[in-house]
């Protein structure tokens, strides 16, 4: 191919009528050089759309935090409780149980928690339905947007919809809003939350970076595409259009995964000079590897729980795991219900409150069965001082 196209190239030289066409300079030089300069990094934008299109849709380490933080989280029982009494029937336990039509109590939970991982905000809107129950639904962070008065406190919500923007008071009288506001710890703003990805934003873009570089490696036969050099030895360059017709040929005849390996036929002063990389560029594993572990302590996974190698802060999987819950799942798992138990639990007669079941965690059940043996070990304690110390309520004693 390339020695046709040094035919061409000579006939191109020359002028119909046999004189030689006039020799212009070129801004091809005889040989290629191939320089690498440092250019700004270029960042996505901490959007709740690039954040989710970014990376819970295109990073696998992102999406299997956020699916085992808010799996883990949603799969926490909840308890509606009025005094220390456990409520098996009420409507506010109907109401977290199926909180509307299309989901479960699991379901929103997840939804829930997805959304404030991805975003820092999370809302939910409280709907009178026609039979007189009550519905909950999750709404999209970058849907809604949050007003405030004069004095910089929240004070209407705007909801974007398919209808227009719906205007919801955060203060109605001093009764509860129907729509709450939950958010992460943002130490720049009163009411805006901070995604725990947007810390990791950076680990975030390395690691895609080093997924797409890698990828055009095996697209161009795991190697950089080298040199190929013009040099005549009469002096003569290549004229603009032979630069852009050869560029053209290497590109379709040459590159791509099905075209690696496929020698070149090279005539008329072509030469190709290969270009490796060395070890030390080639070596993307341990980038990906250290970008992966920074972003899963900003989730605050154990790298050992997501099969990231070179991480042994935990002695066992068992440790990482009691660890996870301990602290990441749980402290999320209870300012949610908090908020969710100040938001609901006024809206009906008595204490109410919504509460968590940690007996039925099942994270938690080693931990657990360590204290039960401890407990049924202590024989100067009685049974009634026993069921207190695990959180049930004291009954009289078998020997009373």
Same mark, same amino acid.
């Given at each position: 191919m390339l020695g046709r196209w040094r035919a061409r190239a000579n006939a191109a030289d020359t002028h119909p009528a046999g004189n030689t066409v006039p020799e212009h300079k070129s801004a091809i030089a005889q040989g290629f050089v191939a320089m690498h300069t440092m250019l700004d990094a270029g960042w996505t934008h901490a959007s709740f759309s690039a954040l989710a299109r970014e990376g819970f849709m295109r990073n696998p380490i992102v999406h299997r935090? /956020? @699916?085992? /933080?808010?799996?883990?989280?949603?799969?926490?029982?909840?308890?509606?409780?009025?005094?220390?009494?456990d409520l098996a029937e009420h409507p506010l336990v109907d109401t977290l149980e199926r909180p509307n039509l299309g989901q479960s109590r699991t379901?929103?939970?997840?939804t829930l928690f997805g959304n404030l991982l991805l975003s820092g905000n999370a809302y939910l809107?409280?709907?009178?339905?026609?039979?007189?129950?009550m519905r909950l639904h999750a709404i999209r962070p970058d849907r809604v947007r949050i007003e405030h008065d004069e004095r910089g406190w929240p004070a209407r919500c705007i909801i974007e919809g398919a209808d227009g923007a719906r205007t919801i008071g955060m203060d109605?009288?001093? @009764?509860?809003?129907?729509?709450?506001?939950?958010?992460?710890?943002? $130490?720049?703003s009163e009411t805006d939350g901070f995604a $725990?990805?947007?810390?990791?934003?950076?680990?975030?873009?390395?690691?895609?970076?080093?997924?797409?570089?890698?990828?055009?490696?095996?697209?161009?036969? &795991?190697?950089?595409?080298?040199?190929?050099?013009?040099?005549?030895?009469?002096?003569?360059t290549l004229t603009a259009e032979q630069y852009d017709q050869l560029k053209r040929e290497l590109a379709d005849g040459y590159s791509g995964a099905l075209n690696a390996g496929r020698p070149l036929l090279l005539e008329g002063g072509l030469d190709w000079k290969a270009m490796g990389l060395t070890p030390r560029d080639m070596d993307f594993i341990e980038a990906k590897n250290s970008a992966s572990r920074d972003v899963a302590l900003a989730f605050g996974v154990p790298p050992m729980l997501l099969g990231i190698p070179g991480d042994n802060t935990y002695s066992n999987y068992q440790e990482a795991q009691r660890a996870f819950y301990r602290l990441t799942v749980l402290p999320l798992v209870r300012r949610t219900v908090e908020a969710l138990s100040g938001w609901l639990?006024?809206?009906?007669?008595?204490?109410? @409150?919504?509460?968590?079941?940690l007996d039925r965690v099942e994270g938690l059940a080693a931990e657990r069965d360590a204290l039960w043996a401890r407990l049924?070990? &202590?024989?100067?304690?009685?049974?009634?001082?026993?069921?207190?110390?695990?959180?049930?309520? $004291?009954?009289?004693?078998?020997?009373?």
């Open positions: 935090c /956020v @699916r085992m /933080v808010s799996e883990a989280a949603a799969a926490v029982p909840w308890s509606v409780q009025e005094g220390d009494r379901a929103l939970a997840e809107e409280r709907v009178e339905a026609a039979d007189g129950r109605d009288d001093g @009764r509860a809003p129907a729509v709450v506001h939950l958010s992460l710890y943002n $130490p720049l $725990p990805l947007e810390a990791a934003l950076m680990a975030l873009d390395v690691h895609n970076a080093a997924a797409q570089w890698n990828k055009a490696l095996l697209d161009n036969a &795991a190697r950089p595409s080298g040199a190929l050099i013009y040099a005549p030895g009469d002096g003569s639990a006024p809206l009906y007669p008595g204490r109410m @409150r919504i509460g968590i079941d049924e070990a &202590a024989s100067f304690l009685t049974d009634t001082e026993k069921r207190e110390a695990v959180g049930y309520a $004291p009954t009289p004693t078998r020997n009373g």
